[in-house]
C-alpha cells in the first residue's frame, strides 16, 4: 500500500467531477499528471460511465491513460431519490489495494484516492472490454478459468482466519463493517426484493408474470432465499469482493482483471463464487438470444460450461494449496497438523470445508441468477435480446434452475453435477 | 443505558486500587456515595477476587454495598509476564448494559464505570454464591433453567440479525472486534493449547497421561476442535457473553445472575449455550468426588441431569418465540413470511436453524469440556475432590464423552440423547 497517493486535504467540498472540470483538478497530483504527460489542456476526458453507481471517466495524455472512479452521493440507476454514501469509494481503494497484495496485477493498480471528493484513480486498462460484452458477442477468454480461479483462491484465502491472525482479520473486519449500506443493497435487492412485491422489480411481462408471482408465494424458495442472506449477514470468512460478475471483469484474449470491488466486505466466501457461476450460466442459457441460427453457438455453449467448470475446480485446488503451503492463520492450527495422523485428518477436514464451500457457492449463485431476472438489476445477457419472448424463454429456464439450486441444493455436490444441470434446463422446454 | 455513570477523566493515571485506596476514590462518585451512604472512612472493603483475570473488592457503608471489579493488566493466575489490555474493562460494561436491555434484571446493573482505571462499580448480589460452589455442594436452584433459557435466548436472540437491522449488528461487531486479545485467550486455551505440548497445560497426573497423551495425537478430534474454532472465529451471529460457565453465575434459590461478560464478543450462539450444557456436564460426572457414600448424591445428580435437558429446551423454545414474536432484523425478513405457505416454510426453516445451532452447541460443549481437564484452566468441581484416583475416573468419562461430541456430533440430535449419553458416561467403567 506504500506506493499510492492518498489526498487527505480537507476545506474542498464534494463535488461531481464534469468532462471540463476533471483536468484541473487532477493537474494537482503530480502521480497522475507524471502517467499522462503534458499538460492538464491537452488531456481529453470522457464519461463512460454505464454502472449503476458511479462516475468513471477515462482520462488519456500525450503519454498515457488513467481512469477516474467517483462515487456519486445516489445510485445513479435510481436518482437522487435513493442516497448513497459516498465512502464506499474508500471501501473501494481498501479492497483494490488488498486484491493487489493478494493476487499482484488482478485488479487495477490505484494511483491516487481522494477522500474528498469519493474519487480512485486508476490503472487504464486497454484494449480490454467487460467480459459480459464478450460472452455476448460469443468472444473466448482462453485466461479467464485460471485467472478467476487465482483471484478469488488467493484474495480470499488470505483474507481468511486460514492465513490471517485472528486479531489481524478482527481489525478488518472492524474497517469495512462501515460499508454496511452498500452491504445492504445487497442484502434488499439480491435476497429480498426479487421475493415480494417490490416497486423496483420488473420482469420480461407478460411472459415471466406466472413465475414471478409464483415465486412471491414459494414457502421453501423464501426460507433457502433467506437462509442465504443469513450466511450474508452473519459469516464473516472472507473479504469477499461483494460484486463478482461478469460485468465486473475486464478482458482480452490474454489478459483479465477484476474490477469495481465497492461492495466489498467480511462475508461467505460462497458470495463471490457463487456471483460468478451464476453469471456464467445465465451467460450460457442467453446465448438461444444471441446467436444467429439455432445450434450456432453450440461450440460457444460447451466454452461457457466447460469455464464454469474448470473456474470451480482450479478456485478449489489453488484454495486448498495455498492451505497446505500457507496456512499459518489462528484456524485449523497447523502445529497440530504436523503428525501423519494430522494430515490425514486435515485433509480429510479440508474435504468437508470445499463442500461446505461449494453448497454455498451454489445457493448464493440461485439467489444471483433470480435476481438479475426478477429484481431491480438485470443483466445485458438477457437485456439485450429484442425478442422478448426468447428471452423470456431463457430466462424461465434460468429461474427453474435457480431454484433448484437453493431448494434441492443437496443434490449438487460437484460442479460437473451442476454443469449437467445447466445442459438439462437449456435443452427442456 | 442512561443512567449509567460513565467516567472518563483523563489526567490520573491507571493504578491498581487496594483495600485501602479504593475508598477514597468511590468517594469521588456521587452514584456510588449516595448506594453506600455514610462518608467514605466508614466504608469496609474486601479484595475477594478467586478469578484469573482481575481485582474484586465488596465495598459496604451503613447504606448498602456495591462491587468493583478493576481489570489488572495482566493474567492474574498466571502473572504479570502475560500481559493482559485493560480495554476488557470496557466491553464488560458495554456486555453488561446489553444484557441488561435484552434480559433486563438477569445481569448486575452498572454504577459506574471509569474507563482510566478500566473498572466497574456494580450491583452487590447477596446472599447469591458461585454457583458451581452450589453444584459442588449439592444445592439445587429451582429457578436455573428457567433463568438461563431466559437469558441466552434475549442476549443471542436481540443481538442477532434475527432482530437487529443490518447497519446496526455491523456497527456493534466492529465495536467488540477491539475485544480480540480477550477472544485470542479462548482460541488458545480452549480449541489448541489443550491438543499440543503446551507449557501451561496441566492434568491429574499420572492418571491420565495416557489420554492426554492420545488426544494430541488424535486427528480426528483435533480437526473437529478446530472446526469449532473456525465457527468461534468467523461466525459473527450475537454478542456472546463468551465464558458462560458455571463460575459467572451467582445463585441463590429465588435468583440466578450471570456475571463476567468480559470476553464478550460477536461469535457463535452455540459458543454460550455449549459452555453452559458442558458445565453441567463436568458438574454431574465430578458427584462421585464429592458424595459421601456411593450413590448418595443420586438424587442431585438427577436434579443436574434434568437442568441440562431443560435448559436446553426452555432456551430453543423460547428463542423461537422471541423469533416468531419479534423477528424484525434483516435475517429472514418477516413480509416474506407472512403468508400461509411462508409460515409453514419459516416454522421448517426454524427447525432447521435450530438444529445446526443443537449441533454447534454440542461441539462447543466438547471442546469446554476437554480444555477443563486437559488445559490450563481446571474447574472446581474436579479440582476440589482430593482422592486424585477417583478425580481422574470421572474426569476421564468426561474426556471419552467429550471426544465423542466432537467426533460423533451427528449421533446427538436431541438433547436428550446427550443427557442418556452422560448417565452411560457416568455408569461406565
Chains 1, 2 share one sequence.
Not at 452521493?73 to 493478494?102: H, I, K, M, N
Not at 408471482?213 to 450474508?232: H, I, N, T, V, W
Not at 459469516?235 to 465497492?262: C, F, K, N, Q, Y
Amino acid at each position: 500500500m506504500q506506493d499510492v497517493r492518498i489526498s487527505l486535504t480537507g476545506g474542498v467540498d464534494y463535488h461531481p467531477m464534469t468532462d471540463g472540470s476533471l483536468s484541473g483538478y487532477l493537474g494537482g497530483f503530480e502521480a497522475v499528471a507524471s502517467i499522462l504527460g503534458g499538460r492538464p489542456d491537452q488531456w481529453r476526458v470522457s464519461e463512460v460511465g454505464d454502472g449503476n453507481l458511479n462516475l468513471v471517466f477515462i482520462v488519456k495524455g500525450p503519454a498515457g491513460a488513467v481512469v477516474v472512479k467517483q462515487a456519486l452521493p445516489y445510485v445513479r440507476l435510481v436518482g437522487d431519490s435513493w442516497p448513497l454514501p459516498l465512502d464506499r469509494s474508500f471501501f473501494e481503494s481498501q479492497a483494490l489495494l488488498t486484491e493487489d497484495e493478494c493476487a499482484p496485477g488482478l485488479a487495477p493498480k490505484v494511483i491516487l484516492f481522494d477522500k474528498a471528493q469519493a474519487l480512485v484513480v486508476m490503472e487504464y486498462l486497454t484494449p480490454h472490454v467487460i467480459m459480459r460484452k464478450g460472452l455476448i458477442d460469443g468472444v473466448k477468454y482462453p485466461r479467464f478459468a485460471e485467472t478467476l480461479a487465482e483471484f478469488m483462491a488467493a484474495t480470499l484465502f488470505k483474507t481468511s482466519d486460514l492465513y490471517l491472525p485472528a486479531g489481524e482479520k478482527k481489525r478488518r473486519i472492524a474497517l469495512f463493517c462501515a460499508n454496511a449500506e452498500l452491504c445492504k443493497i445487497t442484502e434488499d435487492l439480491v435476497f429480498t426484493d426479487p421475493y415480494r412485491d417490490a416497486k423496483l422489480n420488473h420482469w420480461t411481462s407478460p411472459q415471466l408474470d406466472d413465475l414471478a408471482l409464483e415465486f412471491r408465494s414459494d414457502g421453501p424458495l423464501k426460507a433457502a432465499a433467506q437462509a442465504m442472506k443469513l450466511k450474508f449477514l452473519s459469516s464473516a470468512e472472507a473479504l469477499v469482493h461483494g460484486d463478482l460478475h461478469s460485468g465486473s471483469i475486464m478482458a482480452t484474449a490474454s489478459d483479465i482483471r477484476v474490477i469495481d470491488p465497492e461492495f466489498a466486505f467480511f462475508g461467505p466466501m460462497g458470495f463471490d463464487v457463487g456471483a460468478l457461476i451464476a453469471n456464467l450460466i445465465l451467460a450460457y442459457l442467453s446465448q438461444i438470444g444471441h446467436e444467429t441460427t439455432p445450434g450456432a453457438r453450440d461450440e460457444y455453449r460447451a466454452w461457457i460450461l466447460l469455464q464454469t467448470v474448470d473456474v470451480w475446480n482450479r478456485f478449489a485446488a489453488r484454495f486448498v494449496a495455498l492451505w497446505n503451503a500457507e496456512g499459518r492463520g489462528d484456524a485449523y492450527t497447523a502445529e497440530l497438523f504436523a503428525d501423519p495422523a494430522g494430515r490425514e485428518a486435515l485433509a480429510a477436514e479440508q474435504r468437508r470445508y470445499m463442500r461446505r464451500l461449494f453448497s454455498d457457492t451454489i445457493g448464493f449463485a440461485g439467489c444471483k441468477m433470480i435476481r438479475r431476472i426478477l429484481g431491480l438489476a438485470h443483466v445485458a445477457d438477457f437485456e439485450t435480446i429484442a425478442d422478448k419472448d426468447l428471452r423470456a424463454k431463457g430466462e424461465r429456464k434460468a429461474l427453474r434452475l435457480a431454484r433448484s439450486f437453493l431448494v434441492d441444493r443437496e443434490r449438487f455436490v460437484t460442479i460437473e453435477a451442476v454443469g449437467e444441470a445447466v445442459v438439462a434446463a437449456d435443452k427442456s422446454n
